[in-house]
């Protein structure tokens, strides 16, 4: 798919200190992904999650951020 508007990116800063990304994109055909980059492991992992509006996407993507990276994690732009 290709975009339809600029990519926002966004900091996720974790309670020990760990910065990873997050990234959300409007698609051609109006779908919103969010892309979640962060580490586990020792392995770099990312979820992207599809939604039909822009504040869902990120509603989906903080709440995966908390449950699965850091609940006290903070999210901010670049």
């Known amino acids: 798919m290709t975009t339809r508007s600029a990519t926002e ?3 996720i800063i974790t309670n020990s200190g760990e ?5 959300i ?3 051609q055909n109006n779908t919103w992904i969010a892309t979640v980059i962060y580490e586990m492991n ?4 990312h979820e992207s999650i599809y ?3 822009r504040d869902t996407a990120f ?3 903080y709440d995966f951020i908390k449950n699965n990276i850091d609940r006290f994690a ?4 670049v």
Not at 19 to 23: D, G, I, P, W
Not at 74 to 77: A, R, V
């Open 51 to 53: 939604q039909n509006d």
């Open 9 to 11: 990116a966004m900091h």
């Open 59 to 61: 509603q989906v993507a």
């Open 42 to 45: 020792c392995a770099l992992q």
């Open 74 to 77: 903070i999210i901010q732009p």
């Open 25 to 27: 994109t409007q698609q």
């Open 19 to 23: 910065v990873f990304n997050m990234l």
